[in-house]
């Protein structure tokens, strides 16, 4: 069991080498891509949504999180308003979840990359924070937290792009600080990665207590 344990550890270390080329690598590639991917996403909403739901399914699976087994997506839950699908729902150790939606308005953002002279630019990134803000009013109207079973008592908005978000808080610096009053915590690629790895040490470190109590 002892020698598990050290294995476990050791594949983690290892693990956490490799994900990190993989992000460097990944870096590049979408550099690489950015202009065509910005040609896709103004051609069409649901293409946009496609790009959040893999952007989101990467990171978890990058930070070391499998399908099926440590999340579940698009799943149904009996709502007020309807039934609830949200994007993801993370299992935490102690039969607990997290629930997170992916879906963001982002026209008004990729309108400012083309706006003929700053004034435009400006009011289409103003147009953007007020678009993510309404977002996180409407995610907060859902109450996931009360009909996903077990869920935290909040749920994470998955924003699938640093640059994205950056923007909007600096024409809404109360941003932040509005959506967690209402129980949304606004998540990035790096902040989600971040707290996918935290689930992913906990499953690890329940399966070493597991192996201790047994020795």
């Not at 992000?23 to 550099?31: A, C, H």
């Not at 991917?37 to 893999?54: I, M, N």
């Not at 792009?161 to 808080?169: D, K, L, S």
């Amino acid at each position: 069991k002892v020698e598990a344990i050290q294995t476990v550890q050791a594949e983690d270390r290892a693990g956490l080498t490799e994900q990190v080329r993989a992000i460097t690598e990944s870096l590049k590639e979408t550099r690489d891509a950015t202009g065509r991917l910005t040609l896709a996403l103004r051609a069409s909403p649901k293409t946009r949504g496609r790009w959040g739901e893999e952007q989101l399914r990467n990171i978890l699976e990058l930070s070391g999180l499998s399908a099926f087994a440590d999340f579940t997506e698009q799943s149904s839950h009996a709502g007020e308003a309807g039934v609830l699908r949200p994007d993801v729902v993370i299992r935490l150790p102690g039969e607990r979840s997290i629930v997170i939606d992916s879906k963001v308005a982002l026209d008004a953002y990729l309108a400012s990359v083309d706006a003929p002279d700053e004034a435009a630019r400006e009011a289409l990134l103003v147009k953007h924070a007020g678009q993510l803000k309404t977002h996180v009013l409407q995610l907060a109207s859902k109450a996931y937290q009360t009909h996903v079973p077990a869920s935290a008592d909040f749920v994470a908005m998955f924003v699938p792009g640093e640059n994205f978000f950056a923007a909007a808080a600096e024409r809404d610096p109360d941003l932040f600080q509005d959506a967690l009053a209402r129980k949304v915590v606004i998540v990035t690629p790096a902040t989600l990665f971040a707290l996918a790895k935290a689930v992913a040490f906990g499953w690890r470190q329940a399966e070493a207590e597991r192996n201790a109590r047994e020795i």
